[in-house]
């Protein structure tokens, strides 16, 4: 399976919710970037509310072993993806039918990584993948800059600007301060959890973040799949469950492969690789939260 590319990989936790509060997010709980990225909606107890209590996912349930999704648009085996579904660094990618369900494959996008002269710098361009192309003026005085939330950037450098998070920006010639094409664009996708993940979204497996990351704003770095030694842990805190008070709490459950775990429950550590020290918990259903401890021994999986 093809990898991101450093120019997705370097975007994808930048984007927000688009709702009032998106720099705000970063104290809701839940992992809310995937919820985001394979299209779910947020339900809110009380009108003006910038954190969900859970979200909508039942389009995932739906969905057929013989199509691929991006979101909630579907496609037929052989097709390519759509312009309107891809970012520049999803290139080649087409829906084929692997293991018996859908899946997208994409070419491996090889940009350039070798050594640059001193002095010399690549290009950008928000429309490509790749930088390029080499650039080596004759003084430094000459590589146009970029002054953003009082940070000076260089010809080619990415930022990205404090009030509109969610946007991709490289500094170019003729930045006058204005978030704007071609300085900036809005992408299309953000982890491209779809493209890379859909038979883990499939088997109900959870995203796993490690402990430098917001679920919030962060795109996951590995899976949690369920294995015959999982199994949910009632409540351990004993805390009473937020949930209580949220309309239709009898669905407040979240799902872990075959496993359905309640408010505040979770899954035991340890059961294999992926799960060594790592905390899976139900807080935002109706995926659980997992995140990396960072207290915690990956070789004997104690604190």
């Known amino acids: 399976m093809a990898e991101l590319s450093s120019f997705s990989k370097y975007f994808s936790v930048s984007l927000s919710l688009l709702r009032l509060g998106r720099t705000s997010r970063v104290q809701c709980p839940g ?158 996708t953000t982890c491209s959890t779809d493209l890379y993940h859909s038979q883990d979204i499939a088997k109900k497996c959870i995203p796993i973040y490690y402990a430098d990351q917001n679920p919030a704003t962060s795109c996951s770095r590995a899976w949690r799949c369920q294995n015959a030694n999982d199994t949910v842990i009632p409540n351990p805190s004993g805390s009473p469950s937020s949930g209580e008070d949220c309309p239709g709490k009898k669905d407040m459950t979240c799902n872990f492969g075959n496993l359905t775990m309640n408010l505040g429950d979770e899954i035991n550590q340890g059961t294999d690789y992926t799960s060594v020290c790592v905390r899976c918990v139900c807080e935002v259903p109706p995926t659980p939260t997992c995140r990396r401890l960072s207290d915690c021994n990956l070789a004997t999986g104690r604190n």
């Open 31 to 188: 992992p809310l970037m995937y919820y985001e990225d394979v299209g779910c909606t947020p339900l809110y107890k009380n009108e003006g509310d910038y954190c969900a209590y859970k979200y909508n996912c039942d389009h995932l349930n739906a969905r057929s072993k013989n199509k691929c999704y991006i979101k909630r648009n579907s496609y037929e085996f052989g097709e390519r993806l759509r312009a309107q579904d891809k970012d520049p660094c999803n290139v080649g990618c087409f829906c084929t039918n692997e293991t018996n369900s859908g899946r997208f494959v994409c070419a491996v996008v090889d940009c350039f990584n070798g050594p640059i002269d001193t002095g010399c710098y690549m290009k950008r361009n928000l429309s490509q993948c790749c930088p390029g192309p080499l650039t080596c003026p004759k003084n430094e005085s000459e590589i146009p800059k970029c002054v953003v939330d009082g940070v000076t950037y260089k010809d080619g450098e990415f930022f990205t600007p404090k009030n509109e998070p969610w946007k991709r920006c490289t500094c170019q010639e003729g930045y006058t301060g204005r978030n704007i094409e071609p300085f900036c664009i809005m992408p299309r």
